[in-house]
């Protein structure tokens, strides 16, 4: 796999490529357009509108950054930020060698380049990342700024053939030092927002961000998040955060309540959802009521993780306009992957998935409103004075009222040309009385797998040139659903 995944060595990688189906044996035959299939109209709108022009270019070594991957750099490198932001815009750039650094925040019309023979090693100490505003979960609060950060900025940008090495294990080890001793206290929901780790890079509250070609290891947390923005692509990075051992919530890509997405051509190997959508968590996701909409995802690639494309589990804004074709999944644990709790509330919709190979996944299709029940639904257990709270706590444990306010709902999902081997489950797919899966369109699907699994409160199914496999030779199983047409 090369760095950039262009459209044509995709398809050859895959053995996919669009108008293409896979049949029952093996052979590729040419496969019409259904009116769903149309690539929709807003799809060219996605992506940053534009990138910062301006010729100046500021090195941090004139600023005293010393490449020797030992002396701390944070101050020298905001230094020649700060510059380049003053003079109007530009570029700042790095001598070859490798670089120790806490948090940076880029500004506005600032394209920070880290060329190749460039390497940025994260700070190792917390301290090193002041505590921000920000949204961690789903849910708002304080926490350590990411390594890069591009805040409140328009028309900024971070590129460069060189890498970002986030030595993240410190944070890993805090993580799974901290969730055995909560764990047996009952407090599984909260561990995740009191560990506080970094993130590798946060796009917040901006516009107009470009993310190219960069080369990220060992997050300490979530790779990349894009929160509250709009008009943001992320082209040609490389996700590797499995190389000093398996962090804990290692996402690659999350788009978190924002819009006008691009993410394109992307290499991700991690141990947690490798491309991800949220939008918010239960009361106070519902409060900020900001939808992720308008996401394009193609060209792309997981080696590992939690899921292949995930949409959830914080849902509470809404999930809707997504479009993701050509994506390749390779021992991750779930394939396409929609998942939610019955306190999280809003509404996923109007979600396309074309052209999608897998290969060695767990679930290849996993559709659930009432995901990770320990880690969904915050209890207090006895022995707590609630007044002595940590704050986001108290968030967290704020009901949705009315209840019914809480439960989300998924409708009008489009899967087309998908070919699955190696799968142990084809479909795991539960909706509720309260809330069914409505209107799933599955086009030209062949999946094989240890079994077929099952669809339950589904309504409105329709399946068109599907083969579902089970090697125990049990069919699809079908349960409380209606107007299905399998």
């Not at 796999?1 to 108008?19: D, E, P, W």
């Not at 060329?115 to 505590?131: A, R």
């Not at 350590?144 to 970002?164: D, M, R």
């Not at 080890?173 to 560990?195: C, I, P, Q, S, T």
Request: with cysteine; proline share 3%; charged share 20%.
């Amino acid at each position: 796999m090369t760095k950039r995944l262009t459209l044509l060595n995709f398809a050859l990688l895959t053995g996919i490529a669009c108008g293409l189906v896979i049949t029952t044996a093996g052979q590729a035959v040419t496969q019409g357009k259904h009116a769903d299939d149309k690539e929709p109209a807003w799809v060219k709108q996605t992506g940053a509108r534009k990138f910062p022009s301006a010729r100046n270019k500021f090195s941090v070594n004139q600023y005293g950054a010393k490449p020797d991957a030992q002396t701390l750099n944070t101050k020298a490198i905001q230094a020649a930020i700060d510059a380049c932001a003053k003079a109007g815009g530009g570029t700042v750039v790095f001598a070859p060698g490798s670089y120790v650094t806490g948090a940076l925040f880029v500004k506005s019309k600032v394209q920070l380049q880290i060329d190749k023979g460039v390497e940025l090693l994260g700070s190792q100490h917390f301290e090193d990342y002041p505590e921000i505003d920000t949204r961690i979960a789903g849910t708002e609060m304080k926490w350590p700024a990411a390594l890069i950060n591009v805040i409140g900025a328009t028309n900024a940008a971070v590129t460069g053939e060189g890498s970002i090495n986030a030595r993240g294990k410190f944070c890993w080890d805090k993580y799974w030092a901290m969730r055995k001793e909560y764990e047996a206290k009952g407090l599984r929901w909260a561990v995740d927002n009191d560990v506080k780790r970094a993130r590798t890079i946060l796009v917040q509250n901006s516009t107009d961000v470009s993310i190219k070609d960069i080369t990220i290891k060992n997050a300490g947390f979530w790779t990349v998040q894009l929160l509250y923005s709009a008009y943001v692509i992320v082209n040609g990075v490389v996700i590797r955060n499995n190389e000093d051992g398996k962090g804990p919530s290692t996402d690659g890509i999350d788009i978190d309540s924002s819009t006008w997405v691009l993410i394109e051509n992307c290499d991700i190997d991690c141990n947690d959802d490798d491309f991800c959508l949220k939008a918010g968590r239960d009361w106070d996701g519902l409060r900020v009521n900001k939808p992720t909409e308008y996401v394009v995802i193609r060209n792309c690639m997981a080696r590992k993780g939690a899921g292949l494309l995930t949409l959830g589990s914080e849902t509470s804004g809404g999930i809707r306009h997504v479009y993701a074709t050509n994506l390749y999944g390779k021992g991750t644990t779930n394939g396409l992957l929609i998942k939610s709790a019955t306190t999280r509330g809003g509404t996923i919709e109007d979600i396309h998935f074309r052209n999608i190979q897998m290969d060695s996944v767990g679930t290849a299709f996993s559709f659930t409103l009432n995901w990770n029940p320990a880690y969904s639904y915050a209890k207090l257990p006895n022995g707590y004075n609630y007044d002595s709270l940590p704050k986001h706590w108290k968030v967290m444990l704020t009901k949705v009222e009315p209840a019914e306010k809480g439960i989300p709902h998924f409708k009008d999902v489009y899967v087309s040309d998908i070919k699955a081997v190696g799968v142990k489950k084809v479909v795991n797919a539960g909706g509720m009385k309260e809330s069914m899966l409505q209107n799933f369109h599955f086009n030209n699907v062949n999946v094989q797998g240890n079994s077929a699994g099952a669809v339950d409160f589904g309504e409105g199914w329709v399946f068109d040139n599907v083969s579902i496999i089970g090697a125990d030779g049990k069919k699809l199983q079908v349960s409380n659903s209606e107007k299905m047409k399998l």
